[in-house]
Every structure is written in C-alpha cells, then in structure tokens.
C-alpha cells in the first residue's frame, strides 16, 4: 500500500494544481460578462474617489499570467509551484512533468498571442510595451501572495478573443494601473480546438475595409479632402467611422451650423470633423476605459470614451453611440458610430464664455467651480440656461439668486454633474448625483408624434444637446433647475398640490415664508372646511411651528417622549418609532413611522429654503375644553355622562391631571346593546355601574395608531382599562376596532386627554379562544 500510494502521490499532485487552475478558469468565464472593459459598469473605477491611505508603496511586480480570479489562481500557483519544486527537487531532476498539463494550456499561452502592458496614473497612460510573443513572458508570469496582502488589487477575465488582467496599486489617493492583455496577432484568430491563436484571417487594407462595411461617405470624404493618405499602408490608424446616414445628416445639424458659421470656410471644417475621427496607433475596445482620452490627428483635438449601463451597456466616443467594434485591416482597426462628431471646442468655460447668450450664468459661477470648468483634466456634464430662460424668472427669484440669498448659493453646481453624461446614456428615467450631491431626473421620451424624443432634467428640457468640450460635455436647457430647498416654504406648499393650505395661510396674514425658520405640518387640503373664522386661524397656528425640525429614522424618540410647541400654544407629542424590523439607514426624505399628536407623518423631511415641510395623513386638533366638558358638549353622549356621573369615577376623570382616555359609546349604541331593565340595574347596583365605567378608560393619552399597535400576541405594548380589561384594537374591513366595538370617532383632544367614540359598549371581559387571541375572528 506504502508503495502504491508513493506512485500515486505525483499524479494527485498534478490533479491538485490543474483542478486550482480550472477553478480560476471557471470563475473567470463566469464573471466574464461582468468586468468586461467592453462593457464595465458606469461606475467605473476609473470614475471612482479611492480615498485609501494605506501607506505602502507601489510595488513593482510582473504580472500574473492568471485565468478566472486573481487571488485563487495565484494561491493556487505559489502553493503549487512550492509543492512541485519541493517534491522533484527531492526525486528528480526538478522539471515537471508537461505532458500532465499540456491538455490544461490555456489559449492565451499557445502560438501567436501578442502580449501588450500598459501602465497609467489616474486616468493618464505614462507607459506602454508591446511584446511580439506572450511565450517570451512565460517566467515572468508570477507574483507573490504578498503582493496581493500589500494592497495590490488583481483581476483578470477571459472573453475570448482577449485576455486581458489589471493590477491597481492605491498610496494615499493615487491610483496607480497596470495592465496586461494578451490577445491574438494581427492577422491570426481563435482555432476552434482553443490551442492559441493559428487561424489565418484575411485581413484588407483600411479603404477596402470601410468599402466592404459599406461606409463609402467617410471614404469619399477623405479622398475629396486629400486625406487618403492617413488611410494607405505605410500609416497605422484607428477610425471612428460615422455611417453613411449619420454623415448624409451633418449638414443638418445645429453644432455644424455653428461652426461653419465660426470658420465661414466648409472644407476646413470637414477636413477639421475628418481628422477629428482618425486616432493614430491601434485602439481596440478592450483597451478602453470609462472617461479615456485619446489624442486624435487633428491637432488639440481629443476624443472621450465613455461607458454607461443603465438601462443597458452602452460605449460612446465624444457622445456618438458606437455600434460596432473591432473590424480589423492591415493597417489599422475600424469602429462605428452612430453620428458624426464634432471637434471639441475648448474647455467647458471656453464654451460658456464664448457664448454671449450664457452671460448670467456665468457671473454665477463661483471660483471653486470657475477652476474645474478651466481644468483640462476635468469630465464634468455642464446644464447651462441662457440669459433669455433667466429673465423669464420671477422677479423676485431673480433677485435673490443675484443677492445674498444662502438658499441660492449652490444654484450653478446644481446644474454640474463630476462626470460626462451623454444623451445617447439616457434612455427612460434615471436618477443622476451632481456635484452638490442632490439628484437629479432625467429622462428622455418622445414627445407626441415627433420623430426626435426630449430630453429633460428634472423640469428643463434640454435644446441643444452634446456640446462636446475637452473636459466634458454641455447641455444647453429651457429652463432654470430649482430645487426644493431653494425656494420659500410658501412656494414648495403650491408645488406640494397644497395649493388650498397656502392659500389659508395668506389670508390669515400667517407669512410663513417670512418666517427665520418653520415647520409645517400639513394635512390634506380638504381638512379645514367646516371651522368658523376663529377656529381655522387657531386650527392653522397648531400646524405651525417656529422652528426646524427634522425627523431620523435612525434615532427613534420613543412614544411621546418629545413634545414641540406650536404657534398657537399647544405642546403636540412627537414621536419616531425605530421598530425593530425598521431599517437603520432609511432615507431621510422617504415616509418613516413617525407621528405628530394623533396624525402620521405620511412624508418626512421637505427641506425649504427656511424650513421643513412634513405631509400628515389629518389635521393636528387643538384642545379647547378638558375631557369631562368635551363629553357634555356632545348630546349624543348623554347617557355615558350620565351614568358617569352615578358612578364613583367622576372625580378621576373631572380632574387637570387626569391625562388619559375615555372610550365614549353613544346613545344609540347604548339603545341598542342594553335594554331599560339593564340599564336600570347598573344604576341600582354602584359595584356593576363603576366596573362598566371603568371598561371605557384608560389610564394612558392614546391616539388611535396607539391603540392599534397594541393588538396580536407578539405586541410589545398592551393596554388596560381601569377594569382590568385588555384592550386590542385593530382595522377590519376599514374600520377601526376597540375591544370588540367599531370606533365612530377617533382622537378627539382635550386639554387633559383624549376621547374616542364607540358604536357599541366594550362589553365584560371574557376568556378569549386563541383563535380570537391571534387575530383570526371575522
């Protein structure tokens, strides 16, 4: 046995490190899709802040010739390649066996596969080799484990055609790139077996290329402008080839228009938007990157590739849809796109103030932004409004966006997003962060029967799209972008739909806009239309409060632990529940469970430019009588004050400090629950009227939502009456329901407590079946 398994032992080993191999294969293959440099996601890392200040320094090291995921194919290989030293070095002559693992020889290590590395910092590519035969690099293939555990980030993935493994290095902010493709030679492809790359591919020269992808309008165009020499053998190129109809339709567009007019000379501007699509070198799609630059023949002239995968992956080079990628020639490589490109014309700020019509916003760009607008290494998406969409403002906002105004200080960065947002990008809705961190809407959808679709952001549509800069795009709109924490309380009410509520406050002289700081909570507009002059004035004052205040969901206040004081006198109880099947980091601007007095906040956190708004489901009441004299103001409570008065609880609930609740039955409910004789035998016995008194209170102030919380098994809060009673309420049907009888009339405030009207009488208690424990009776 001792001999067999010392024959066996090699083989197991060779199966241990090929098995480690096909992991990684595997799991590359897997998430090919995913990292794809083709199709990365929008958040590329190129487009990330890596703020990391791990203080190590950036390590020079091959990189690993690794198939699948970094950091198993590498563990792998360094405890394989020890185990195969160790173990031949001891019985033999230390060469391993290659006949086991030639079958494993992934396709990028067989014959002509080219190898190319490049280095960059940040965004800017500061070397770049290429090697003739990946097969010169085999010993280098190798890094350490503790390259990796030293912070160096390693990813490779496979998709076939390339090969292709990135290291990122990070020291205090700077982001440090190497990369490695390995890739077929020109000229070869994939065979089908998977050994290398030994497929001879017919390739032509670029004309004959453009002639068969039928893009004869470029072609024609070169040779008409004399740069057919750009194009011939002797040169190396890589061409962003327009179509034949994208091409048909420049002289229609606006930006053409504006150039022409700008140069008054047709040629050079063709001969200008030409060498403006030309790079000079080979440029294949893998090698891109989000937010690369590249220099193109026309001098100055830069093109910008970006990617986007909402709400599908999508590349762009200065804002043209590429639709088609990679189609090879002798001499060079040939993607197309889907519109002509125009020549990027100057900085973002070059643009703005060159243009007369964009004066205004100008003049409201601080210095901070003034410099990145400058900064030739900057990708910023600039929303600009002319001097025509300002003065269409209100002359009052017009004022206080030129004044002092703090709300308005932030206006121009509202209109700025950190990275290039082309249109092709938005298709549908999506959500956009600019730079001051608020989100923007956009969408673009077509309008009625009109061949070209709008784009919008939030509420401006945008008239001329893709300026294409060289640090950025700009977007020209119709209309100036006013958040909701710019504007007076007044005016975010009438853009709320609370058109009536305002309306309310005006005529009552209650200037809430005026106000240093405010909260509103407001109610639907339909709740103030039954009150006399003097009640709506106190009613609207008890939804004012003379302060900010602004709901976490993360920091619950508990049931009424905070009370706020508002404009009309009342201490209104405010609580925020954090529940514990509540998320800790719930959005601050979503509903949250939180109420004020007896009403939910339905929504939370509506920042004005001198306050917050909070939406409540009804209006906040304002005591005006304590509870006792609350009950004889209504007739149809008239029997319960009566036996209330017979009974031995009077003096607790005609008392300031009572505050609690009085669960009131009606006379009909009375009427039809108890005959005369019963009635007449709660008054003859004190002992039966006091406990069917005590049924009907509560020793708590509870709101309705209160009382509701308080039902099922696994509530954390029960409530008794003074009878001993549990009480559970609940909705059924729509109805709310309180130890058995359907409330009437819920929340009604008294300056010492609450009252809530019955339909039926809370009967004696009774042992509940579990049945009716858990919920589950009709």
Partial sequence: MRTLMLILLPFLLVVTVASAERYGEKRGHRFARK?????????????????SEEDFPFIDVAFPALTGDAEVRDQANSFGEKIWDSFFNGFGNGQKPDSFLNWMQPWWKGPNVCVREEERVGNQTITQEESADVTRADDQERTSIRSIFNGVSTSCVDLGDFYKCVMKVTRKGEKKTKTRIYECCHGYARSDDGKGCIKDVELSDLKSTLEKLNLTRFLEAVDRIGLDHLISE?????????????????????????????????????????????????HYSYDWFDEMVVNTT????????????????????????ITSINHKATNGIIHQIDSVMMPPDGTLWDQLSDDQQFSKYL??????????????????????????????????????ITGENKCYKDLISEHVFPHTVCSAAINGKAKIRNIAGHYIDASQTR??????????????????????????????????????????????????????FANMLTDNDLNVQNYPEVTLFVPPDSSFQELNEEDLKKMLETHIVPDTIELDPRRGLGENESLVTTQSGNDVP??????????????????????????QIVVANVHTCNGVIHVIDKPLTFAKQPVLELLKSRADLSQFVHMLEASGLLDVVDN??????VLAPTNAAMDSALSTDDKQSLFDDTDKLDMFVKRHIIREKLCEYQLSNAMGPFSMRRYRALAGDMLNGRRIRGKFELGGSTVSKTDLRATNGIVHILERPIARRRQLTLWEIFGFNA
């Fill in 447 to 500: 309008a009625n029967d009109k061949e070209e679709s709008v784009l919008m952001f939030n509420d401006a549509s945008v008239t001329s799209a893709d300026r294409i800069a060289t640090n950025g795009v700009l977007h020209v709109i119709d209309n100036v972008i006013l958040l909701e924490y710019m504007l007076d309380t007044m005016e975010v009410l009438k853009r709320r739909g609370a058109v009536n």
């Fill in 234 to 282: 002797e040169s190396n190129y890589t061409l962003f080839v327009p179509s034949n109809a994208a091409w048909d339709a420049l002289t229609d567009s606006e930006q053409f228009k504006v150039i022409v007019t700008k140069t008054n000379d047709r040629n050079e501007l063709t001969r200008d938007v030409l060498t403006g699509h030309i790079v000079p070198g080979w």
């Fill in 574 to 599: 405010l609580s925020l529940c954090s529940g514990l099947l509540q998320f800790p980091f719930t959005s601050l601007s979503t509903s949250i469970n939180a109420h004020v007095g007896c009403s």
């Fill in 35 to 51: 990292e794809s440099a083709l199709y990365p996601s929008y958040e590329d890392a190129s487009d990330k802040d890596d703020n």
């Fill in 363 to 400: 003049s409201l760009v601080d210095e901070n932004l003034q410099k990145r607008l400058i900064n030739p290494d900057e990708h910023l998406t600039v929303l600009a409004f002319t001097d025509e969409v300002f003065n269409r403002l209100p002359n009052t906002v017009r004022q206080a």
């Fill in 298 to 321: 026309e001098p100055d002239s830069q093109l910008r590739i970006n990617f986007f995968s909402t709400p599908s992956p999508l590349s762009t080079a200065n804002c043209a849809r």
């Fill in 656 to 661: 300031d400090d009572f505050d609690g609740t």
